[in-house]
Nanobody
Framework: QVQLVESGGGLVQAGGSLRLSCVVS????????MGWYRQAPGKQRELVAF???????NHADSVKGRFTISRDNAKNTVYLQMNSLKPEDTAVYYC????????????????WGQGTQVTVSS
């Protein structure tokens, strides 16, 4: 059974940086697309970024130029580097494993981690 374990969340001042990590076990990591979602209080969960098995990436407009998703297949790990953080980035961040459809350009999550809290103070 696949397990996804996030780490790296915390409290940071606006303008600061954090790097989230997600280690995946129980699965052949390299063949799957991976994504990061976030959910702020009272809001729907939103896709922040995803990376395909071929390392193609896509970032939401709200984080483009500030966040970068990457993967290390040798470590079964996906990362989210977050720079120039803003208070509106405050949310629980979830790592996900899923499928990417080239025809639609969409990522669909099928498995989730437990989430890690990111809080950005102003």
């Amino acid at each position: 059974q696949v397990q996804l374990v996030e780490s790296g969340g915390g409290l940071v001042q606006a303008g600061g940086s954090l790097r989230l990590s997600c280690v995946v076990s129980g699965s052949i990591f390299s063949i799957h697309s991976m994504g990061w979602y976030r959910q702020a209080p009272g809001k729907q969960r939103e896709l922040v970024a995803f990376i395909t098995s071929g390392a193609r990436t896509n970032h939401a407009d709200s984080v483009k130029g500030r966040f970068t998703i990457s993967r290390d297949n040798a470590k079964n790990t996906v990362y989210l580097q977050m720079n120039s953080l803003k208070p509106e980035d405050t949310a629980v961040y979830y790592c996900s494993r899923g499928a990417y459809t080239d025809y639609t350009g969409q990522f669909l999550a099928t498995d989730w981690g437990q989430g890690t809290q990111v809080t950005v103070s102003s």
